[in-house]
C-alpha cells in the first residue's frame, strides 16, 4: 500500500503505526472507511465526535503541540480530499494488501466504515 499512498498519507500511516497510539487505534485503511462512512452518512458528525473514535480507548501520546496539529491537519484533509472525491464519483478506497499474494484486504476498510 505504501507505494501508492501520497507523503502526507505515508506520514499519517507511519503515525498510527507508531508507538504514539494504543493498539486499538485505526488503521489507515480503517481510517478511510471510517471518513467515507461519516461523509455519506445523511447528519453531520462534528471532528470533535469522532477524532477520539480514531484512536479508540487510549488518545495518542504527542511528542509536542506541533504534531498533534500535524496528525488533526493530515486526518481533517484526508477527509476533505475524500469528500471531494465523492463529489466526483471518483473515490479511490485505501486498501490494504497482503504482501504475500497481492490480495486486497478490503474487510479492514468495511470495519471502518460500519463504525
Known sequence: M???LSKKL???DQFLL???VGN???????LDGFLSGLIVCPDMIMPSEWMPVIWG???PVYDNIKQAETVSNLILEHYNQI???LDKRRHS???????RNDD???ETWIDGFGQ
Open 83 to 85: 469528500s471531494r472525491q
Open 24 to 30: 486499538d487505534a485505526m488503521l489507515l485503511s480503517e
Open 104 to 106: 486486497v484486504m478490503w
Open 10 to 12: 505515508q506520514r499519517l
Open 93 to 99: 478506497p485505501v486498501f490494504d494488501i497482503d504482501t
Open 57 to 59: 480507548h487510549e488518545p
Open 18 to 20: 507508531s508507538d504514539a
Open 2 to 4: 505504501n507505494d501508492l
